[in-house]
């Protein structure tokens, strides 16, 4: 008979290597924890810390060129940590199943997700095809899909994010398991998708007793759902702990330094001073850009990205446009660099009209423009050396004497890297080079596009630090596209709120945060607390698709 | 590192490890440099020496098996077949390279400027390039050199013709993943001009899969020269192309194979060996390697 | 779906109207004067010109190639002047059922043993199995039509002398009754593209084996039985349909190697023997139906990869 003391999951002094390239590297060193029924537990860490590895290890499912080199992981009181692959399929999905990281990937897509939710019931045994139906009905009712009879017909291209996670949540939960692995369930999301199915899944937790192995690089994601928390870094288990001592009484520099990122970032940081009565350094007035989409099957539709949008930034300040993914704010910011031309509206620069694309844009006007992308692996060029890289963006494609070396220097940067090419720097140098390379021509106006959103939360943290020294002591002004409202706080002096295509709302910081007007804004600012949003904010349900 | 936080630990450079030994190591690598290697090796002996001269008729040593005087023997007008095999291995040689340097070149004209500019032009020319790709390369070999007729040179031609779409299209598919990424559209921001985007930006990040193409097409171009020659439409008499020696001594099989053998496995151990090298290649640019 | 059929069907006729522009357009360029060719060295101004008029070699170039093209809508595809007035749609009429014979043969042979042996090769990457096939494939594919057939030629007519090394086929018995003829060359014309094929099939294999899809739902739970065929081989062998066709253009090049080497009377040889003797109607013609063929098959294999692959129907 099962015992309920005895914890669902322990694991004990767990080391991992892998082989690459013929050499063997430590992935995990003497890692150990436990979960019991009904619990949450957190595994925390930046990218590259090992946790991935611990989870795939407690599953059994290791890649091939990986091998436990010590420890146990005892599940329900049974070592599987040398379990062969075969001996631990009767136990997947039955004993223990996985909700994965990326909805888009994890579903078969030439197969119905009804029916793929069914096979897993079929593999336990089940063959009746009215109960398996009513199960699968059931199922998504729980994970509060609406209309599953249509859903469970559906394949999965036809869906959206949230719903496909939710199914996938169903698939796991099928034949109720008693421990859930999340690997870094809500990331691919939305925000306001991530708050609903982060409340989903509490919600299962409590009704099911299901014990939940979390894991994620963000710790505000982590006190709603889980108790206990391990922050794991370069392999080994740094601090574990009850979530709230952690979060209040960090032991672990490492930890001190997470628990001050994050609170960092849910701080304001104090006075913010006065627009100044200047002339706009940027003015936007009326843009408008449509798509139209559409391929050999669909009709062709027109989306409207941008609908009639104005606003201007003042010079030496920073205005944020902040929405979610399909809102229009990366293609506001492609209008205004000139590398997607508009179908009307002005976009002027301290009073000359700016061309609609870069190409027809006189140089002295391109100059005084740059742009960050998010993605710093595709914003570099992987074959170019840094010092290539940037004084690319010098005027005249050269550096003169030391120039690159001093922006290395202005973005914290140690001038010995400017040789490296891009794959042998880290996520955050990588992204400060991309900086150093938008002020190498002494720009007055930066446009950041998601410059933060790829990167660990404690890197994130410096790298606003920096852009608001560089801001102020060049006096450059900043376009900052974002969807995270934490960020937007840090750093910007007005925001402009974005949905569909159209401004909702648009102010200072600290008015439209602390008197937010437009249902829509309440929402997101709701959702970046870690709650929903109540009956007076617009609860924005995906079950709706955003066509 | 300044200011810059503790974490934001800079990862140490992997060692840069030379192209050669990254080959050997990943498989088939190692075969594949042997290969190649020696008919390399081949090819620079035969500009200098050969056992025998490759086109002396000999009325007294004909049909003669593989002996100490001849490792190969000799075909029906007494010449040494391993002679010709090594003369034939620097006509194999520069008809490849020359027909795939003539297919590369035009190829990444067509293909990069294509990819670059988009649209109608785009559209239009890979329609073009793929009409040209719905003839069986050999069809549309014997096609052109139906016309220009055959010859040393006009193989060239003929190859760098039937191979030029093809690269095009590999260098087009290439050139468009890499113009979505953004390091172009900031050059393209800054106001650099078109030709510095795709040469200095764009073309150092297809040389992986562009030249795994170029690997393959040389391989193909041996295939498709000593096929024309094989049917008598390529490289003439009396030179010692290989397809040529085999349809010499396609009849004489049951007396003499080691006139149309040699030849065969010749082409066989190099195409091998070239393929092995692309295959290679193409892991290591995958990252499977 | 309707829609998307008619369209493809479209494309194909305007790229093989294109592609007849493309053959004429190379085929006139031809050097050499062509009424020379047939009339021979002695004859006189007169006769040359008048046969030039005849063949109606003194028009422009778009007007004979309206003529030729209104012709061959019609079936008409002109005479042969190296098999003086024979019609060439009727010589090609004759060689192409031969030739579609061999490829139908050759075909048999590649699709189940390329798949079979590709999938079963991807699904346990690195055995000896793959190693083996990896191997085996890699010299099928490197070597050209006419050195595999001498390899086995000697090999299946010389030292084990079970199969005859030519393939004349006798033109009064029935095919089937021949058959025998047609193992040789269609074993060499399979060879390449067996390789080709099998290494793809191979690779989709291992991609989809080892993709997110399946290992989400090998690990909540789908036995492995349904996980191989609804999860890994349904998405790894859509994209099989594809490569074949690509392959089936291979084969019609190869066609007129084997041909020949195996002295087998089919479109292959035809086209090699009018190249030869500067056949201009020949070539046109037998170069057009080749082509032709080749677009008729991205045909049949657009429309299964379109039955297989749910993605491309509309919600």
Redesign the interface.
């Known amino acids: 008979m099962t015992d309920t003391s005895t914890p669902i999951l322990e694991v004990r002094d767990l080391s991992v290597d892998y082989v690459v390239r013929r050499r063997q590297v430590p992935a995990v060193r003497h890692v150990g924890f436990t979960l019991n029924r009904g619990e949450g537990y957190a595994l925390l860490g930046g990218s590259g810390a090992g946790k991935s590895t611990v989870a795939l290890a407690c599953l059994g499912y290791l890649p091939g060129n990986a091998t436990v080199t010590g420890g146990q992981i005892l599940l329900r009181g049974r070592d599987i940590a040398h379990a062969t692959r075969q001996a631990m399929q009767p136990l997947w999905g039955a004993d223990l199943s996985i909700v994965p990281q990326d909805p888009h990937a994890a579903l078969n897509p030439a197969r119905r997700v009804g029916d793929q939710v069914a096979d897993v019931l079929r593999a336990r045994g089940e063959t009746d095809p009215r109960a398996i139906t009513a199960r699968v009905q059931a199922l998504f009712e729980m994970v509060r899909l609406r209309d599953p009879a249509r859903v469970a017909e559906s394949y999965p291209h036809h869906l959206s994010g949230g719903m496909k996670q939710r199914i996938c949540i169903a698939r796991a939960l099928a034949v109720e398991p008693a421990l859930l692995v999340l690997d870094e369930p809500t990331t691919a999301l939305d925000v306001t998708t991530q708050a609903a199915i982060l409340d989903t899944i509490a919600d299962i937790r409590d009704r099911l007793g299901v014990a939940l192995l979390f894991i994620t690089h963000d710790l505000r994601v982590v006190t709603t759902l889980c108790r206990r928390v391990g922050i794991m870094r370069g392999g080994e288990m740094v601090e574990q702990g009850d979530a709230d001592d952690l979060l209040h009484r960090p032991q672990h520099p490492f930890t001190r330094q997470l628990v001050d990122a994050v609170s960092l970032m849910g701080r304001d940081d104090g006075a913010r001073v006065a627009a100044p009565a200047v002339a706009p350094l940027l003015t936007v007035a009326g843009l408008r850009k449509t798509f139209s989409l559409g391929g050999l099957f669909r009709a062709r539709r027109k989306v409207k990205a941008i609908d009639d949008v104005s606003f201007t930034v003042t010079p030496g300040r920073t205005l944020a446009i902040v929405g979610e993914s399909g809102s229009g704010k990366s293609t506001v910011a492609r209008c205004v660099m000139g590398l997607l031309a508009p179908d009307g509206g002005r976009i002027a620069l301290g009073g000359d009209d700016l061309a609609a694309t870069s190409a027809g844009r006189n140089r002295r006007l391109r100059r005084q423009l740059a742009i960050v992308f998010q993605n710093p692996d595709s914003s570099l060029n992987p074959r170019h050396t840094v010092r290539r890289i940037i004084s690319r963006a010098l005027p005249g494609q050269r550096a003169a004497g030391d120039q690159v070396e001093r922006l290395l220097a202005a973005v914290h940067l140690d001038p010995s890297l400017a040789e490296r090419l891009p794959r042998e720097l880290s996520g955050g140098q990588k992204q400060r080079v991309a900086i150093a390379r938008a002020f190498a021509a002494d720009p007055r106006l930066v446009v950041l596009d998601e410059a933060t959103s790829s990167l660990d939360l404690t890197v994130q943290v410096a790298v606003l630090e920096l852009l608001k020294s560089l801001q102020a002591a060049r006096g450059t002004a900043y376009l900052f596209i974002s969807h995270d409202m934490h960020v937007v706080r840090r750093l910007a002096d007005d925001v402009a709120v974005m949905q569909h295509g159209r401004f909702c709302e648009i102010g200072p910081v600290d008015q439209v945060f602390a008197r937010p007007a437009h249902p829509y804004t309440r929402a997101l600012l709701a959702s970046a607390e870690g709650r929903m949003a109540d009956e007076a904010g617009a609860v924005i349900p995906d079950t709706v698709e955003l066509s | 590192?300044?200011?810059?936080?503790?974490?934001?630990?800079?990862?140490r450079?992997?060692a840069r490890v030379p192209i050669l030994l990254r080959i050997a190591?990943a498989r088939?690598g190692t075969a594949g440099l042997i290969l190649i290697g020696f008919w390399l090796t081949v090819f620079l002996l035969s500009l200098a020496w050969t056992p025998h001269d490759p086109f002396a008729f000999s009325l007294t040593q004909k049909l003669v098996a593989p002996s100490a005087d001849f490792w190969l023997g000799t075909d029906r007008y007494g010449r040494d077949v391993l002679s010709r095999i090594m003369a034939g291995c620097r006509e194999v040689m520069l008809i490849s390279a020359g027909g795939t340097a003539l297919a590369l070149a035009l190829g990444l004209i067509v293909g990069v400027t294509a990819g670059f500019y988009g649209r109608l032009y785009d559209e239009g020319m890979m329609?073009l390039m793929?009409?040209?790709m719905?003839?069986?390369?050999?069809?549309l070999a014997?096609?052109?050199?139906?016309?220009l007729?055959p010859g040393y040179f006009n193989v060239i031609l003929v190859v760098g013709a039937v191979f030029a779409p093809r690269i095009a299209r590999v260098a087009r598919g290439a050139v468009l993943e890499v113009r979505q990424?953004?390091?172009v559209?900031?050059?393209?921001?800054?106001?650099?001009s078109a030709g510095n985007v795709m040469l200095?930006?764009i073309l150092?990040?297809i040389v992986g899969p562009l030249g795994v193409e170029v690997g393959v097409r040389f391989?193909y171009a041996i295939?498709l020269s000593?096929?024309l020659g094989?049917?008598?439409?390529g490289v003439q008499p009396p030179s010692p192309d290989w397809?040529l020696m085999?349809?010499e001594g396609?009849e004489l099989?049951?007396v003499a194979?080691w006139i149309?053998?040699a030849p065969?496995c010749a082409?066989?151990t190099l195409?091998?060996g070239v393929?092995?090298l692309s295959?290679a290649c193409r892991r290591i640019w995958a990252g499977e390697a | 779906m309707l829609a998307y059929v008619i369209k493809r069907v479209l494309a194909i006729a305007a790229s093989l109207l294109v592609a007849s522009v493309l053959v004429f357009a190379i085929v006139q360029v031809l050097p050499g004067d062509v009424a020379q060719m047939i009339l021979g060295r002695d004859a006189t101004p007169e006769s040359l010109a008048a046969l030039r008029r005849d063949l109606g070699l003194d028009q422009p170039l778009p007007q004979r190639y309206g003529d030729w093209i209104a012709g061959v809508l019609r079936g008409d595809f002109g005479r042969a002047i190296s098999i003086p007035g024979f019609p060439v749609g009727a010589l090609i009429a004759d060689r192409a059922a031969n030739s579609l014979a061999l490829a139908a043969l050759a075909s048999l042979l590649i699709v189940p043993l390329a798949i079979g042996l590709g999938t079963l090769a991807g699904l346990r990457p690195n055995g000896l199995f793959d190693r083996i096939v990896s191997v085996g494939s890699m010299i099928t594919i490197s070597l050209p039509e006419f050195a595999s057939a001498i390899f086995l030629i000697i090999l299946f007519a010389k030292v084990f002398p079970i199969l005859p090394s030519m393939s004349i086929l006798n033109a009064r018995i029935g095919l089937g009754a021949q058959l025998h003829l047609l193992i040789l060359p269609a074993l060499t014309l399979s060879l390449i593209s067996t390789g080709y094929v099998l290494r793809m099939v191979r690779a989709s294999v291992i991609e989809v084996a080892t993709s997110e899809q399946v290992k989400v739902a090998t690990l909540t739970g789908v036995s492995p039985g349904r996980i191989l065929f609804q999860y890994v081989l349904r998405n790894a062998l859509a994209p099989a349909v594809t490569i074949i066709a690509m392959n089936m253009g291979w084969l019609i090049g190869g066609l007129v190697v084997v041909e020949t080497v195996f002295a087998y009377p089919g479109l292959g040889s035809l086209l090699l023997h009018a190249v030869t003797q500067r056949d201009v109607p020949l070539i046109q013609g037998a170069a057009l139906c080749s082509v032709g063929a080749y677009l008729v098959m991205n045909l049949i294999a657009d429309l299964i990869y379109l039955g297989l692959n749910p993605q491309l129907r509309p919600a």
């Open positions: 590192m300044g200011g810059a936080s503790v974490t934001d630990v800079s990862a450079p992997p190591q088939g329609r793929d009409i040209l719905a003839f069986p390369s050999l069809l014997l096609l052109v050199v139906g016309v007729g990424k953004e390091f559209e900031a050059a393209l921001a800054r106001g650099d200095v930006e150092p990040n391989a295939f000593a096929s094989f049917l008598g439409l397809g085999v349809n396609r099989v049951d194979p149309s053998l065969a082409i066989a195409v091998v393929n092995l295959e």
